[in-house]
């Protein structure tokens, strides 16, 4: 491929949806491209950027980013993050949003809806406890057609047995067609997707007591992690838990959040209060400074029209 | 040591199950149908049974039965595993004594998820 071309594939990707494309990644344009290639009418990856060159037209610029995430994601993925928000969570939030008796959780960069669904059936299982209580989880992704799937709720049969448990497919799932499962409407009611892009302005999104983020900031450079967990920060509640995937960490990247002790997984704002969920014990370690400026999180307008 | 007696009159799936269940560390035995699992069974109860429904002589559901009335029969985790992969089929496989179940065709992630969600692993 020519430099040219791959500089103008990497360029794309990196301002619309973040995704740092190794030059070792170039296969990958390859295979992914090919069917975004095929819809517009084109015969090879160099017409593709000749075309995203002269055009810029906004439909072939959101399939090329679409079509380049990884979309896995399965239900109750990794156990713990799940376990932890039954176990541990549930009854923090049970205990100080009593008043008001209302939670919010959010599913940032959810995919297909499998980890939405899985923290809903989690509370339908606990609907005793629950009862009275409004929860509202919200599921975004960038990618639209990810999206309408989510909201669909419809999954193959391999992908309703990878961590799901059976005695849940019989209760939360029907069986539309030979090899296609379709989670129930009570399920569904207590999920809203919705697209949104964590590079941009997430708008008027309210205040989350929970936030999962995982598996989407490894593919970030450092300086665009830090930049969303600085804007993650600002929509979480003071007392409130985020949740990051195994691999990904704030530290080094974020002086907003920290991990939580003892819990794998968990992060929590650096100066959180000392009542709310989970209040920390002895005397938490002292403030690290604010070491590094962080840029006040902007979104460019330029960089989500277009490539130059 | 953690032991799993694979059923199914299939010897080409036996063998991929076989490979999967030892890479998870399962010392495996294998029988053809239900009688020779229930009569392996009644010898030494294995930690998990993998089970195919469909099968001569004896099926896997006639064997759920007869191992689950069976002395020290409710000890071992049983996981069907089968082309069968209709709600009925799990309904009556969970109402009678099965622990989880698989539809056909599986792979090394789907038997190790369920095996991890029934604690075996
Ligand atoms: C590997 S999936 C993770 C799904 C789920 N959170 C999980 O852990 O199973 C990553 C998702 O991030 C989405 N994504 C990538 N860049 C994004 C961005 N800038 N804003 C929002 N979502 C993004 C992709 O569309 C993809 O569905």
Not at chain 1, 42 to 50: C, N, P, T
Not at chain 1, 281 to 297: C, G, H, I, L, Y
């Amino acid at each position: 491929m020519k430099q040219e071309d791959y500089d103008l594939f990497a360029t794309l990707l990196k301002q619309r949806s973040g995704l740092v494309l190794g030059r070792d990644k170039v296969y990958l344009l390859e295979s992914r491209l090919t069917p975004v290639i095929r819809k517009h009418g084109l015969k090879s990856l160099e017409e593709l950027a000749q075309s995203i060159r002269s055009k810029r037209d906004e439909p072939l610029l959101r399939d090329v980013t679409d079509a380049m995430t990884t979309n896995e994601s399965f239900f109750f993925r990794d156990s713990k993050p799940f376990d932890q928000f039954k176990d541990v969570l549930l009854p923090e939030l049970l205990r100080t949003r009593a008043p008001k008796k209302y939670f919010r959780i959010w599913s940032a960069a959810a995919s297909s809806g499998q980890e939405a669904y899985s923290l809903a059936m989690i509370c339908a299982e606990n609907a005793a406890q629950l009862e009275g209580w409004r929860v509202d989880i919200v599921g975004t992704d960038l990618s639209s057609e990810i999206v309408e799937r989510a909201r669909q709720g419809l999954y193959s049969q391999f992908e309703v047995q990878r961590g799901l448990p059976i005695s849940y497919l019989m209760k939360y799932f029907s069986q539309v067609n030979n090899d296609r499962w379709q989670i129930n409407d009570s399920i569904r009611r207590m999920v809203t997707f919705k697209e949104g892009n964590l590079l941009m302005d997430f708008g008027p999104v309210g205040v989350f007591d929970i936030i999962y983020c995982r598996n989407v900031l490894i593919y970030f450079d450092q300086p665009t992690k830090t930049r969303v967990l600085d804007a993650l920060s600002r929509v979480i509640a003071p007392d409130g838990v985020l949740f990051l995937g195994g691999a990904e960490t704030v530290l080094g990247l974020s002086d907003k959040f920290k991990p939580l002790e003892g819990q794998r997984g968990m992060y929590v704002l650096k100066d959180r209060p000392n009542s709310g969920m989970l209040p920390a014990k002895e005397k938490e370690a002292p403030r690290a400074s604010a070491a590094t400026t962080t840029s006040p999180f902007v979104v460019n307008a330029a960089s989500q029209q277009a490539v130059r | 040591m953690k032991t799993c007696l694979i059923v199914d009159d299939s010897r080409v799936i036996r063998k991929v199950a076989r490979q999967i269940l030892e890479t998870l560390r399962f010392t495996c035995e294998e029988a053809e149908d239900g009688k020779q699992a229930l009569e392996a069974c009644l010898r030494k109860m294995p930690t998990v049974v993998l089970l195919d429904w469909n099968m001569p002589v004896m099926d896997g559901m006639q064997f759920l039965k007869a191992l689950r009335a069976s002395s020290g029969g409710r000890a071992p985790k049983v996981v069907f595993c089968t082309t069968e992969n209709d709600m009925k089929h799990i309904q009556e496989a969970m109402a009678n004594g099965a622990d989880e179940y698989i539809m056909k065709p599986f792979d090394m992630d789907i038997i190790q998820s369920k095996f991890s969600q029934l604690g075996l692993l």
